[in-house]
């Protein structure tokens, strides 16, 4: 029986709204139920981590120049987060403790307010990248961006180098990545009192989590690549390893701050990821002037 050209109009209506309620439909799968399960995937992941079993290398080394009295405090606030959440921290200001063997012993890499040079040997540097390569996690906290300044592969890794900072004063920071294991609890502008950064030679692969809010700062001298802000915390994945960086942390007592410290073992979750175990079949650095990855 052929339909009438009067109610054809209304039988393809009528097929285009069970084809958007397939349509609907397939959405709402994907937001309700895929998603979800992705995101619970990831929390597994996460979850998955023995903290018991997680060691990490705090390294303090200055080389000639300003050294900061907050030291002491950054390595408190570690080995707290250590004894809190079970994992073993090893503290140590030898670069002679840049080898291989050594560095196999751990899940990261944490240099806090390390400045101008701070290896002796060419092997001790290459050492470090080998542990990259082979997957290590690496958290970088103020002055690190300081640290090896005529090192291209280093300035990479950290995601820039030292120019200046303003004068130290109250001033926001504003989140860009509200998700990040390190920043999802934060409020979205963020009062600090520390020094508000500026770095160059900035890797473009960073993924930046917060930015300092210059419309906040006091200063004569603001860069304007950015417009009003400039970024201060990032994280990336580099040469085979996974990189956390924060500018912040120049007063020692931030470090006792109960947000500051989550923000920081915030990072350190990050650089470790899921722990996986070294590969060091992956590592081929021989000097340190190798050609960089990009």
Known sequence: MKIKNQYKSLFTAILNVQRFRRLLFKAFTILFIIIPLSAQKLAAQQKRVNWKKIHVLVY??????????????????????????????????????????????????????TNNEVFETDDQKVALMRYIQSGGG??????????????PWFIRLVGGTFVRHAKHQPFQQIIIDTTNVSTSFLPRHWQVNDECYYIKDINPDL??????????VT?????????????????????????????????????????FEKFIFGGIRWAIGSAKPLDYSKAHAVSPDDPLPY
């Open 60 to 113: 303090t080394k200055n080389g000639k120049g300003y050294v900061h009295d907050n030291i002491p405090s950054a390595v408190a606030c570690i080995q707290r987060l250590g004894k809190q959440h079970g994992f073993s921290v090893t503290v140590s200001d030898n670069p002679s403790d840049f080898n291989d063997a050594n560095l196999k012993k751990f899940n990261a890499l944490i240099f806090t307010s």
């Open 138 to 151: 690496f958290v970088g906290i103020h002055s690190v961006t300081g640290t090896e300044r005529k090192w």
């Open 207 to 216: 993924h930046v989590l917060t930015v300092h809010d210059l419309s906040t």
């Open 219 to 259: 200063d004569n001298e603001k860069p304007v690549m950015y417009g009003n802000v400039f970024p201060s915390s990032w994280c990336h994945q580099f040469d085979g390893g996974r990189e956390w960086y924060t500018a912040l942390g120049h007063d020692g007592s931030f470090y006792s701050d109960p947000v």
